[in-house]
């Protein structure tokens, strides 16, 4: 079903580069899925790159931001086989590489948590969530986010 929410939305899920760190892109704990920060990436894996309130404006650090969101549901796939297993959004984490001036951090953020809301709807895909600026993030990405979901 959220396959499906996807495909009339007119989105696909991108292809992600191999991780370079020492890490679990999701890990289970009890009912939570814990999942580790995703970058924005275009569909064919190739970073979305630049600073907001530079490179960027703010339409694009939204469709970055929503890159992440569906870079998150890759790994959640790959880990849970089946994205219709996940409840609810419990957190997101919003890091937006920007410029000291910039100041829509949570404008940004809003590109995956419209994504999840289309996807879970306004209650279930609305969680607690913090929006951040960055000073630099990893390959210049624009947007990372990482989230914690509750499983069925």
Aim: aromatic fraction near 4%; include cysteine; hydrophobic fraction near 40%.
């Amino acid at each position: 079903m959220i396959e499906d929410k996807l495909a009339e939305l007119g989105l696909s899920l991108p292809t992600l580069p191999a991780s370079k760190g020492i890490y679990k892109s999701c890990l289970e704990v009890g009912k939570l899925l814990y999942v580790s920060g995703h970058i924005s990436v275009n569909n064919d894996g190739s970073y979305i790159t630049g600073k907001l309130g530079r490179d960027l404006e703010e339409a694009q650090g939204q469709i970055a931001a929503r890159q992440c969101g569906l870079a998150m549901l890759v790994s959640i796939k790959k880990h849970l086989g089946d994205l219709d297993k996940v409840k609810r959004v419990v957190k997101i984490l919003g890091m937006v590489n920007a410029t000291p001036e910039y100041e829509k951090h949570p404008v940004v953020i809003n590109g995956c948590s419209e994504l999840f809301v289309q996807l879970w709807g306004e209650d279930n895909g609305k969680g607690v969530r913090s929006a951040v600026g960055m000073g630099s993030l990893p390959g210049n990405v624009a947007v990372e986010i990482e989230a914690i979901f509750e499983l069925k």
